[in-house]
């Protein structure tokens, strides 16, 4: 079993659409949970940071995280144009899931 | 606000050539880390460095060194390039509390042919 898995899409939505991205991961040291936003041929920045089960919630975006399950999530509602990009899962900042890549068509 | 600066932004060397990636922060931040990227693969820790005259292996290590001077700077050397070296390369920095959540340059688009 890999240690970080993410579907790696394409995903593709049209604007307005709420959309949900997932990670599962093995390791049990992990502690914290990001999501980068990586536009093309950029480097990733940071969305979101959670240490902690439950959501976490920034404008848009909520980050997710169910230890028990050793699963994330990232949702953005109301998704527009400007959010396609490829999404990265992070842990410790370490480890990171392959990315999915998103298209918000107007 | 230049943050993390990495350079060049696209190389292409030849088998067996060596060359150094160099990347740049005026965070004043201890930790910092060499990242490659591949399609399917996600990013995978190459070195790290948790502050001057200190470095450290990551996941993939192999061909490639590293070193840290300054706080500021640090260089990654490819010393024999190889193609399954060609990638996208990030660096990226953080203060040295461990929760802190890391800034990537915009990476450097390297092709060994």
């Known amino acids: 079993q890999k240690e970080v898995e993410q579907d790696p899409g394409p995903l593709s939505v049209p604007e307005g659409a709420i959309v949900s991205l997932n990670c599962t991961y093995s390791?049990?040291?992990?502690?914290?949970f990001m999501w980068y936003r990586q536009y093309s041929r950029k480097g990733p920045e940071l969305l979101m940071y959670?240490?902690?089960?439950g959501n976490k919630e920034d404008g848009r975006f909520t980050a997710q995280v169910d230890k028990s399950s050793k699963y994330i999530s990232l949702f953005i509602r109301d998704s527009q144009p400007s959010d396609s990009a490829t999404y990265l899962c992070?842990?410790?900042?370490?480890?990171f899931g392959a990315g999915t890549r998103l298209t918000v068509k107007p | 606000n230049a943050g993390v600066t990495q350079t060049p932004k696209f190389q292409v060397l030849k088998t067996g050539q060596s060359m150094t990636l160099q990347c740049a922060q005026d965070m004043n931040h201890e930790y910092m880390s060499w990242y490659r990227q591949d399609p399917g693969m996600g990013l995978r820790l190459i070195h790290y460095s948790v502050g001057a005259g200190i470095t450290d292996q990551g996941e993939v290590p192999n061909g490639y060194n590293v070193s840290r001077s300054t706080t500021e700077d640090f260089p990654l050397r490819l010393l024999s390039a190889a193609p399954s070296q060609t990638s996208v390369y990030f660096c990226?920095?953080?203060?040295?509390?461990?929760?802190?959540?890391?800034?990537f340059g915009d990476g450097t688009r390297l092709s060994i042919l």
């Open positions: 390791n049990s040291a992990f502690q914290y």
């Open positions: 959670t240490y902690s089960s």
């Open positions: 990226a920095s953080r203060g040295q509390v461990d929760n802190q959540p890391q800034h």
């Open positions: 992070g842990f410790n900042d370490m480890r």
